[in-house]
């Protein structure tokens, strides 16, 4: 049984810096496709970014793009997302989820239904 639990989310000024983590057990971690998604009060659950199951492919969404950085280490089986340059629309619950798609196109690895298996959440507020 796949889990994973994120850690590392905060509060943090306009500007400022976080890094989530979400460490994964059960399952082969490196068969997994793994993304990071995020949810603000009274909108739709929405793609940030993902990275292939062997780390050799990112996307991220045009929000995030040069601000975000993804990376995997299968070895200790984390996946981590380093924010940079947040903003207060940034402010959101995030999500770390596992998808058994390993890889494939942006359109394939940014929706939410490939990802089955999804972890608690963890809070990101970034104050004006």
């Known amino acids: 049984q796949v889990q994973l639990v994120e850690s590392g989310g905060g509060l943090v000024q306009a500007g400022g810096s976080l890094r989530l983590s979400c460490v994964v057990s059960?399952?082969?971690?490196?068969?997994?496709?793994t993304g990071w998604f995020r949810q603000a009060p009274g909108k739709e659950r929405e793609f940030v970014a993902t990275?292939?199951?062997?780390?050799?492919?990112?996307y991220y969404a045009d929000s995030v793009k040069g601000r975000f950085t993804i990376s995997r280490d299968n070895a200790k089986t984390t996946v981590s997302l380093q924010m940079n340059s947040l903003k207060p629309e940034d402010t959101a619950v995030y999500y770390c989820?596992?998808?058994?798609?390993?890889?494939?196109?942006?359109?394939?690895?940014?929706?939410?239904?490939?990802?089955?298996?999804w972890g608690q959440g963890t809070q990101v507020t970034v104050s004006s």
């Open positions: 989820a596992a998808s058994f798609v390993g890889e494939g196109t942006m359109e394939v690895m940014s929706a939410v239904k490939v990802y089955r298996v």
């Open positions: 059960g399952g082969t971690f490196s068969t997994y496709a």
């Open positions: 990275i292939s199951r062997s780390g050799t492919r990112t």
